[in-house]
C-alpha cells in the first residue's frame, strides 16, 4: 500500500516544480523571484519584501463529506498557507479563500467560512477577501475545492533561509495535532478496504477515528515568530508533503542534512492505524509527519533558548535530530 497506487506521485510532482522554474526563467522581463521553497519572497524596496504562498486542503475534502465535519477544513487552508509563510519569519498580513462547488451549500460552506475565520485569528492576519464560483457540471452538486492564498511582509535583513545552517546543529520540533492535511488520497484508499462504520470506531476516550483524522492542522505562527525574535533560529520547515525529512531538508545548505532519530518521540496512535493496514516504514517517512509539524534548527549553545521560548509560548518542543554532513 502506497501513495502512488492512491494516485498521487510525489516524484512527478516534485518533477512538475521543476518545469515550472525552467518556464519561468524563460521569461526574461518577469520580476526573480525564486519559485519551490515553502513561500515566495519578492522585494518592494525600501530594505523590505513581500512573501506569499497559496495551497489548499487536498482530499481531505473527501473525508468531510464522509463524516460531515467541515469546519476544521477551513483552519487546514489557512494552516497550510500561513504555516509556510512564517518558515522564513515573515509576519502574516492578510488572507484570501477560493470556493468551487457544484451547487452553493451555505450551512456547510459556512462552516468551512468559521474555520477560515478560526484560522485567521489564531495566525492574526485578516480575511481580506476571495471568491466563491459554483460550476455545476465541473463538480457534483455535493461537491467542492478550496484553495487558500496567503500574504506577509518581512524585513530583508531578518529573513531566516537556512544558510547559516550549520554542521552538529540541533533540530527542534513540535508536535502536530494528527495527520493534518496531506497523505488523504492514502488514507481513502486504505479506509475503502474496510468496513463502513471504521470512520465511527477508534478509542476508549469516545472519539472517533473519523474526528481524529478531520483535526485541523494545528498553527504555529505565534510559537514561530516568538521562537525568532530571540535571532538564535537558523532554519524553520512546516512538515506537510513529502514527510519530516524532505520538508526539513529543504532549508539545509548543499553538503548537509538533517539526520532524524525517529524513535525520539512518541507517535500518535492514528500512525498506527495506517501502517497497520499495510504502509511500510519507509512510505509512513515519505508520506506523513509522523506527529511532528514544524521544525527549528539552531545551533547547540542556542538550541536550549529556543526551546525555553517555545514552552513559554505555550508549546511542548522536543530534539529530534541533528544536522549531519552528507
Known sequence: MNYRE??????????????????????????????????????????????????????????????????????????????????????????????????????????????????????????????????????????????????????????????????????IALPSSGVHSNGFSLIRKILSDMPENTLSKFGDDGTSLGEILMRPTKIYVRAALEAVRGGFVKGMAHITGGGLEANANRVVPDGLRCEIDYGAWRRPRVFGFISGAGVDEAEMRRVFNLGVGYVFIASQKDGDCVMKTLSNAGESPFVIGRIVRE
Open 6 to 171: 492512491s494516485g498521487v506521485d510525489i516524484a512527478a510532482g516534485d518533477a512538475w516544480i521543476e518545469t515550472i522554474k525552467s518556464l519561468a526563467a524563460e521569461r526574461e522581463h518577469l520580476p526573480k523571484a525564486g519559485i519551490g521553497g515553502f513561500s515566495g519572497i519578492i522585494s518592494i524596496g525600501g530594505g523590505r519584501s513581500i512573501v506569499a504562498c497559496c495551497d489548499g486542503v487536498g482530499t481531505k475534502v473527501e473525508l468531510a463529506r464522509k463524516t460531515g465535519l467541515y469546519r476544521g477544513l477551513g483552519q487546514d487552508l489557512v494552516a497550510m498557507s500561513v504555516n509556510d509563510l512564517v518558515t522564513c519569519g515573515a509576519i502574516p498580513l492578510f488572507f484570501l479563500d477560493y470556493i468551487a462547488c457544484g451547487t452553493l451549500d451555505e450551512p456547510k460552506l459556512a462552516n468551512v467560512m468559521k474555520g477560515i475565520l478560526d484560522g485567521c485569528e489564531q495566525s492574526g492576519c485578516a480575511l481580506l477577501g476571495g471568491e466563491t464560483a459554483e460550476m455545476p457540471g465541473v463538480y457534483a452538486p455535493d461537491g467542492f475545492d478550496l484553495a487558500g492564498f496567503a500574504v506577509g511582509l518581512i524585513d530583508d535583513c531578518s529573513i531566516i533561509d537556512g544558510s547559516q545552517v550549520k554542521y552538529e546543529d540541533m533540530i
